[in-house]
């Protein structure tokens, strides 16, 4: 099974692609979506579902594991991120791809055993995991590479697209 994790962010997405076989898992690409803070929102967004479009097409991944709601301090960062969310949720649909929301404590604590994890703890135990070389890079991309870990998990336990 492939799994491909995205972190959102209105100024880096993060994305991991992961397959699955068995208790063995393989990176099959991960990086990030940079984009730039002087062009137009609508246009990031634009810009991150052409990327995801493309990384769906080379890949094919069964499920596109994206992070659950958390809460934010300023509030026009949270408009922003559930932007993405939204935008990263409709090119899976429109393609076919099926998402699942994991919280970030459950996807810390499928990874390192423990759901309040640093990003740094979270980006060792991938690199172990996935037996890469070097942590992955940037931070973003260690996460969505956690996030499409923890979705292979869940789908050994049958719970792939299951409600929460």
Request: hydrophobic share 45%; net charge positive.
């Amino acid at each position: 099974m492939i799994a491909l994790g995205v972190d959102s962010g209105s100024r880096c997405t993060g994305y991991g692609v992961v397959e699955g076989r068995g208790p063995a898992h393989r990176a099959l690409a991960f990086g990030a979506v940079r984009l730039s803070p002087d062009l137009p929102h609508s246009e990031r967004l634009a810009l991150i579902g052409e990327r995801l479009r493309a990384l769906i097409g080379e890949f094919h991944p069964e499920v596109l594991a994206l992070e659950g709601v958390f809460m934010a301090e300023n509030a026009q960062s949270a408009l922003k991120l559930g932007q993405v969310r939204g935008a990263v949720m409709l090119t899976a649909a429109q393609v076919g791809v099926p998402v699942l929301e994991i919280s970030p404590a459950e996807v810390k604590a499928a990874v390192t055993g423990y759901g309040r994890a640093e990003k740094v703890q979270v980006q060792k135990m991938v690199q172990a995991i996935l037996g890469l070389p070097k942590p992955p890079t940037p931070l973003d991309a260690s996460d969505a590479l956690a996030l499409a870990i923890c979705a292979l998990a869940r789908s050994r336990l049958g719970s792939v697209g299951a409600p929460r």
